[in-house]
């Protein structure tokens, strides 16, 4: 009885609005209209990042080339750079009222990101020490047996094969300054601009599609290293300063893991510091 009702029910609406019956049935366009929002989204949040890339990185390299015509360029390089690496993302995130810890620009959660910094570090920079030796070791052997080597190598190892010498390192207070100089100007401005807006912006192109220890691991991590790396060499056409695309894995991970670039910056910079202190100290 039920079904005759609403048979005869649905036939009185279609008449009195004049409607067949393929009018009155769902449509599938919702769902295809919400596929088509979020694409659109996601080119929005991928053309923006590219853009501001390549913008902020012809700043930097413009002031780069400008350095030995501008004296007061020259003598505040690093800041102007490191300023417009936090002033770039800052301003464009407060216009568009976005929310500065989903980009993990914030250092909440403390102990978990001092946590994976210090596990990190004690993992990474002992061997890190032993790849080093064991490395020019072998280039420094080549370079005196009369074996092709670059320059910058011959230059090198006319020092090296002497061991560690202390004598060479910074004193107490200059040591604790370069610190602060690594993690206020190199450090955190560069993982504010790239761990924290570029990284997020194209995590929302291209969701992690797999995880370790909570991290992301994915399409959005190897772009945003394959930038960051890109720009280090476009700013002083450098190209041995590629190699920054490995190291710039493992902060984009950090970032990942502990939704914060607290984590990050702290191994960035003693990441730097180490680097220092094995150069002078070898070299």
Same mark, same amino acid.
């Given at each position: 009885?039920?079904f005759?009702?609403?048979?005869?029910?649905?036939?009185r609406?279609?008449?009195?609005?004049?409607?067949?019956?393929?009018?009155? &049935?769902?449509?599938?366009?919702a769902?295809?209209?919400?596929?088509?929002?979020?694409?659109?989204?996601?080119?929005? &949040?991928?053309?923006?990042?590219?853009?501001?890339?390549?913008?902020?990185t012809?700043?930097?390299?413009?002031?780069?080339?400008?350095?030995g015509?501008?004296?007061?360029?020259?003598? *505040?390089?690093?800041?102007?750079?490191?300023?417009?690496?936090?002033?770039?993302p800052?301003?464009?995130?407060?216009?568009?009222?976005?929310?500065?810890?989903?980009?993990?620009?914030?250092?909440?959660?403390?102990?978990?990101?001092?946590?994976?910094?210090?596990?990190?570090?004690?993992?990474?920079?002992?061997?890190?020490?032993?790849?080093?030796?064991?490395y020019?070791?072998?280039?420094?052997?080549?370079?005196?047996?009369?074996?092709?080597?670059?320059?910058?190598?011959?230059?090198?190892?006319?020092?090296?094969?002497?061991?560690?010498?202390?004598?060479?390192?910074?004193?107490?207070?200059r040591?604790a300054?370069?610190?602060?100089?690594?993690?206020?100007?190199?450090?955190l401005? &560069?993982?504010?601009?790239?761990?924290?807006?570029?990284?997020?912006?194209? &995590?929302?192109?291209?969701?992690?599609?797999?995880?370790w220890?909570?991290?992301? $691991?994915?399409r959005?991590?190897?772009?945003?290293?394959? $930038?960051?790396?890109?720009?280090?060499?476009?700013?002083?056409?450098?190209?041995?300063? *590629?190699?920054?695309?490995?190291?710039?894995?493992?902060?984009?991970?950090?970032?990942s893991?502990?939704?914060?670039?607290?984590?990050?910056?702290l191994?960035?910079?003693?990441?730097?510091?180490?680097?220092?202190?094995?150069?002078r100290?070898?070299?």
């Open positions: 009885m039920d005759y009702l609403d048979s005869w029910e649905r036939g609406i279609m008449a009195a609005m004049r409607l067949s019956p393929r009018e009155l &049935e769902p449509t599938p366009e769902p295809r209209d919400v596929d088509a929002g979020s694409s659109r989204i996601a080119r929005r &949040e991928l053309r923006e990042a590219l853009v501001v890339f390549f913008l902020v012809l700043a930097c390299a413009l002031l780069w080339q400008l350095r015509a501008i004296p007061l360029v020259g003598r *505040f390089l690093h800041d102007l750079i490191a300023s417009i690496f936090l002033l770039v800052t301003i464009l995130l407060t216009r568009q009222k976005e929310d500065f810890a989903e980009y993990g620009l914030v250092f909440q959660p403390v102990v978990r990101g001092l946590l994976f910094f210090a596990a990190l570090s004690a993992a990474v920079f002992p061997t890190f020490w032993l790849g080093f030796v064991t020019y070791g072998v280039v420094c052997r080549r370079e005196r047996a009369g074996m092709a080597t670059l320059s910058v190598y011959r230059r090198m190892c006319r020092s090296y094969g002497a061991g560690f010498r202390l004598a060479r390192l910074q004193s107490g207070w040591f300054w370069l610190s602060l100089i690594q993690v206020g100007v190199v450090a401005p &560069e993982e504010y601009f790239f761990r924290g807006y570029i990284q997020t912006k194209l &995590e929302r192109v291209w969701p992690p599609q797999r995880r220890l909570g991290g992301g $691991l994915g959005a991590l190897l772009i945003t290293s394959l $930038l960051f790396a890109l720009g280090h060499v476009l700013v002083d056409l450098n190209p041995l300063r *590629f190699a920054v695309f490995f190291p710039s894995l493992v902060f984009g991970w950090m970032r893991a502990t939704g914060s670039i607290l984590a990050p910056v191994f960035h910079a003693t990441s730097n510091l180490v680097s220092d202190v094995l150069h100290g070898y070299f």
